[in-house]
Nanobody, 126 residues
Framework: QVQLVESGGGLVQAGGSLRLSCAAS????????MGWFRQAPGKEREIVAA????????HYIDSVKGRFTITRDNAKNTVYLRMNSLTPDETAVYYC???????????????????WGQGTQVTVSS
């Protein structure tokens, strides 16, 4: 069993930055690929970024490339999402997710996730 707890969300102006953190319980954190998803009101949940077990491979959706950075610290059982140059349409609840079975992080999808965090609200004002 893995529990995920996100933090770091909040209100930021357009063009601003936030860093989300996701702390995982349990001793097997390093055996999971990790991802950040988001869901805006009235929209489907989408993956934003993913990182493999060691942190050596990452994947981003095109709209965040160059602005968002996903990293992990296996010694601290934590995964991070640094978000720069935020835009109002990126207002959403951001979720941390753990996937034990995905082979390639670009294939991570919400139907195969083993564990979800409770989500953290990110609001970007114009």
């Amino acid at each position: 069993q893995v529990q995920l707890v996100e933090s770091g969300g909040g209100l930021v102006q357009a063009g601003g930055s936030l860093r989300l953190s996701c702390a995982a319980s349990g001793r097997t954190f390093s055996s999971y690929a990790m991802g950040w998803f988001r869901q805006a009101p009235g929209k489907e949940r989408e993956i934003v970024a993913a990182i493999n077990y060691s942190g050596g491979t990452t994947h981003y959706i095109d709209s965040v490339k160059g602005r968002f950075t996903i990293t992990r610290d296996n010694a601290k059982n934590t995964v991070y999402l640094r978000m720069n140059s935020l835009t109002p349409d990126e207002t959403a609840v951001y979720y941390c997710a753990a996937d034990a079975a995905v082979r390639f992080v670009q294939n991570m999808c919400d139907t195969e996730i083993d564990y979800w965090g409770q989500g953290t609200q990110v609001t970007v004002s114009s």
